[in-house]
C-alpha cells in the first residue's frame, strides 16, 4: 500500500511540475518582430491629412488585432472610397473595449498625456504586405499641429487562461510639403 500511495503521488507531482512549464512557456502565435510597420502622413488640406501605411505580417495571426493610428488632437478616420488596388479597405473602422485597455496602459506607462478618442482598424490575418490610404481630421474646432504621429499594432491573444496580448508602435514619417 505505501509503494503504490509514494507512486501515485510521485505520478501527481510529475504531472503539475510539466503543467507548470507548459504555462509558463506558453507564446503568443505571432510577436511584435513578425510585424513591420512602417508609415506616411502629410497634410492634403489645412483640416486634413493624408496617412500612408504598409503593414507586413510574416506570421498568420491567430489571436486578434488592431492597428491603431494616434496622432493627438486627430482622428475621424476616412477611407478613400476610389477604387485602388495598391491599398486594402478594412470593412470596419472602431475599437473594442478590451483592446483600448491593452493599447491605454501601454500608453499610459509612456506618457502622462491622455488620449480619450481611439479609432482602429484590422487587416487580414494571413502573412503578406498590406498597404492602407486613409484621411484623418481635427477632432476639435481647432486643428492641431501634428507631433509625433504613431501608428500602433495591437495583438490580443489569451491561451489556457493566460495573456499573451503585446502593443507595438512605430513612428509615421512626416512628409513636409503641403500636396494640394
Not at 483600448?100 to 491622455?114: G, H, K, N, P, Y
Request: hydrophobic share 40%.
Amino acid at each position: 500500500m505505501r509503494k503504490s500511495t509514494i507512486f501515485w503521488l510521485t505520478g501527481i507531482a510529475i504531472i503539475i511540475v510539466a503543467v507548470f512549464l507548459v504555462y509558463n512557456n506558453l507564446a503568443p502565435s505571432i510577436t511584435a518582430q513578425d510585424v513591420n510597420m512602417k508609415g506616411t502622413i502629410r497634410q492634403t488640406a489645412t483640416d486634413e491629412y493624408e496617412v500612408q501605411l504598409a503593414i507586413t505580417r510574416t506570421k498568420e495571426d491567430k489571436g486578434q488585432h488592431t492597428i491603431y493610428p494616434l496622432v493627438a488632437g486627430w482622428g475621424s478616420i476616412s477611407f478613400y472610397d476610389k477604387q485602388d488596388n495598391r491599398f486594402i479597405r478594412p470593412t470596419s473602422v472602431g475599437s473594442t473595449g478590451a483592446m483600448e485597455e491593452i493599447l491605454r496602459q501601454v500608453l499610459q506607462r509612456q506618457s502622462s498625456t491622455a488620449i480619450t478618442e481611439f479609432a482602429g482598424f484590422s487587416i487580414p490575418d494571413a502573412v503578406g504586405t498590406y498597404k492602407v490610404r486613409f484621411t484623418i481630421h481635427p477632432l476639435g474646432d481647432e486643428a492641431e499641429l501634428i507631433r509625433q504621429p504613431m501608428i500602433y499594432y495591437v495583438h490580443q491573444e489569451k491561451l489556457l487562461g493566460k495573456d499573451l496580448s503585446w502593443v507595438s508602435g512605430e513612428p509615421l514619417e512626416i512628409i513636409k510639403e503641403y500636396a494640394e
